[in-house]
């Protein structure tokens, strides 16, 4: 079965950095775009940043500069950099992938960016 598994999220000082991961099994990676996305407390989800099948990325204007998405395909992974982090980063950052009819979340990693 698809399975996106994620994993590098906890809790940082304003400023630092994490290095999200994301494990993709079960699909054609390589066909999917792939995408982070973000859940605070009493908000709705957001996109973070996504990556094409091809490579192009795009990113929201809150991350832009800061964060910074890409991916294996031999190794069926996309990850997102993250860098100088704010308090308003702190999510639950959820992984995604999209092809055509196909769409698959993964169950989360939590981002708490606090002194």
């Known amino acids: 079965q698809v399975q996106l598994v994620e994993s590098g999220g906890g809790l940082v000082q304003p400023g630092g950095s994490l290095r999200l991961s994301c494990a993709a099994s079960g699909i054609i990676f390589s066909s999917y775009a792939m995408g982070w996305y973000r859940q605070a407390p009493g908000k709705q989800r957001e996109l973070v940043a996504v990556i094409s099948r091809f490579g192009s990325t795009n990113y929201a204007d809150s991350v832009k500069g800061r964060f910074s998405i890409s991916r294996d395909n031999a190794k069926n992974t996309v990850s997102l950099q993250m860098n100088s982090l704010k308090p308003e980063d702190t999510a639950n950052y959820y992984c995604?992938?999209?092809?055509?009819?196909?769409?698959?979340w993964g169950q989360g990693t939590q981002v708490t960016v606090s002194s």
């Open positions: 995604r992938g999209t092809f055509n009819m196909y769409d698959y």
